[in-house]
């Protein structure tokens, strides 16, 4: 049923716009055709349609000599099954197009652009913003594909009311995905397999996103990218942004449930939530390998990786229970912390967590440059905490809080080896830590991500001893010395602490000490020992 039953293989229909049609039929309904073989492009259709089996906004079914191009449709599509923006039933070339309808389906295979991708060849360059309402195998852009899905989005509501495999691109996808996105959120109310990109994977899925929230009321096997990714499929050079909350298990920030494929070169930002095998990336790992792989641990509220453990190959950056984004995986300090990632040819750095070069829009902020950064000098006896400052300003009076300072050179500090700290509203990152061999160091301190500026601090170490003392109120005092005690070399005290560490032993006592400040030691009759002062 449609404005032609049927367009065969002949038929070429081009430059045609249809607004404001309304169609009901049973199966193969379409405004432009119910069943075609032919080619369509540039045809575009607003209005109704009504249907059971197959029913598309432009045409129900396609068939495998069919070609439609450069079309689209802005039609309220509802059916009982296999019901699309776009087309119903789509057994040939779809391309280049477009659908921004509602479609609501009372059973299976709904999609945004399509419901059923039954052919093998591939869909390209295609979009979809409707919302979409089924059961199973519902999907933001297709709602089941054996065909491959290459350049395409999808931005609408997707909602499933029963069923598994439910999808913000692809409900239940059987060929690989690239290059793709789906930014709706997406919920199931009685199913399984429900992801922010695909619900169910049975193949690769490469440099694509999942952007939208993710829920799921009673189900399992539910992520951030994809609910449950099958078999031998692998995950590669992928994100997952969208908060994801289950009541059931198998939940992750980027997929439910991985079988025995690989995840790499991905990373998973959104909050996630469920009852059981719960993990930052992967809820359920049922053999899988996650390599070079990462997430964040504040904004997923997760502390590791997958619901089990944390595998070699996963970092996680950040503090559970703090949603800031995680400093080492924002603008130039991504590319040290998240140095698999090919910066070069797939990902581009921003002021926050790094995007994909094929759906960046343009708009992102690019990461803020450092200036100037300088350190400051330190000096302390052996094994005394020191503490070192250092301070950045931003080119183009930029904030300064949130560098990453990494310490490119220890020399021989050991306190400092693989030491990082982020810079405050001012600017300041401070670093502490203590030496035990008495020397002088010059450790040098630089930005992540960024070697075009770095500073040399000046660190002397100087003889002496650190002493803990124990009063009788209590009260640990911990004491400094520079020197060795001795009548040529005795310590400095400086302090009412120095003093009173004197008294920890006989060995102490019986050292030689050199007062080198005035002290008041009033405070020691008004509150040491309840007024008894010094031991």
Known sequence: VGLFGELDTAGVLENVTLQNASVTGGDDVGLVAGTSNGTLRNVTTTGTVTGNNRVGGLIGTTELNSVLTESSAAVNTSGSQR??????????????????????????????????????????????????????????????????????????????????????????SLA??????????????????????????????????????????????????????????????????????????????????????????????????GNSAVGGLVGKNNGGTLSDVYWDKGATNQTNATGSATPTGADGYGLVNDDTPAERMQGEAATAFMSALNYTTTW?????????????????????RVETIDATDASSAQTEQVAISITVTAADSESTDGFVITVRESDGLSGLEDATAVTDQDGTATFSFSESNANSYKPTFGVAGDTAVSTTANITVKEGAVRTYTREDGTNLTGTYIGSGTPDDPYLANSLTDLQVINKNATTRDEHYQLTDDINASATIESWNGGNGFE
């Open 83 to 172: 019901v699309g923006g776009l087309v119903g039933t789509a057994g040939g070339i779809v391309n280049t197009s477009t659908a921004n309808g509602t479609v609501t389906a009372t059973g299976q295979y709904a999609g945004g652009l399509i419901g059923e991708s039954q052919g093998t060849i591939p869909v390209t360059n295609t979009a979809a913003s409707g919302n979409v309402t089924g059961t199973a195998d519902v999907g933001g852009l297709i709602g089941r594909t054996n065909a491959t899905v290459r350049n395409s989005s999808a931005s609408g509501v997707v909602n499933s009311t029963s069923g598994d495999g439910v999808g913000g691109l692809i409900g239940r």
């Open 176 to 273: 690989a995905v690239h290059d793709s996105s789906a930014s709706g959120a997406v919920s199931s109310t009685g199913g399984n397999s429900v992801g922010g990109l695909i619900g169910n994977a049975s193949a690769d899925v490469t440099n694509s996103a999942g952007r939208g929230n993710v829920s799921s009321s009673t189900g399992n096997e539910v992520g951030g990218l994809v609910g449950r990714l099958e078999g031998s499929s692998n995950i590669r050079d992928s994100h997952a942004r969208g908060t994801v909350t289950a009541a059931g298990s198998d939940v992750g920030g980027l997929a439910g449930t991985i079988d025995t494929g690989n995840a790499t070169r991905v990373f998973a930002t959104g909050q996630v939530e």
């Open 348 to 368: 581009n750095t921003t002021r926050g967590y790094p995007v994909l070069q094929a759906q960046a829009t343009g708009t992102e902020q690019p990461p803020r």
